[in-house]
């Protein structure tokens, strides 16, 4: 399975910004597409998920979506601000669960997966 983000840069405070996703070597579509994202000095943290049949989103400045062969992952961005700047990574793995978060054998996954393949990461720069 091979992840790889593309899109990142910089941008002005208010802009929008779309990355792009491409999970390749699933067999099938069972499967979840996870976004994150580290800031300097802090954890990792959710954004938001997608797989067949759910999309889950944290923050409601940022949404979701699949180009129609299903094999690109958007994550579209509007309204960033300083605070957005980060380094933005997708993972994918397969998904076990069609629900947004649930806990799963004991841990909490998001759309089901624990996503042991990650991308190289993207910066994203807002500042003035």
């Known amino acids: 399975v091979q992840v790889a983000e593309t899109g990142g840069g910089s941008v002005q405070p208010g802009d929008s910004l779309r990355l792009s996703c491409t999970a390749s070597?699933?067999?099938?579509?069972?499967?979840?597409v996870g976004w994150f994202r580290q800031a300097p000095g802090k954890e990792r943290e959710m954004i938001g998920c997608i797989r067949p049949g759910v999309t889950y989103i944290v923050n409601s400045r940022f949404s979701l979506s699949r180009d129609n062969a299903g094999n690109t992952v958007f994550l579209n961005m509007t309204n960033l601000t300083v605070e957005d700047t980060a380094v933005y990574y997708c993972a994918a793995g397969e998904s076990v669960g069609r629900v947004g978060v649930a806990v799963i054998g004991g841990k909490t996954l998001f759309c089901g997966s624990e996503y042991p393949n990650w991308g190289q990461g993207a910066q994203v720069t807002v500042s003035k």
């Open positions: 070597g699933f067999t099938d579509d069972n499967y979840a």
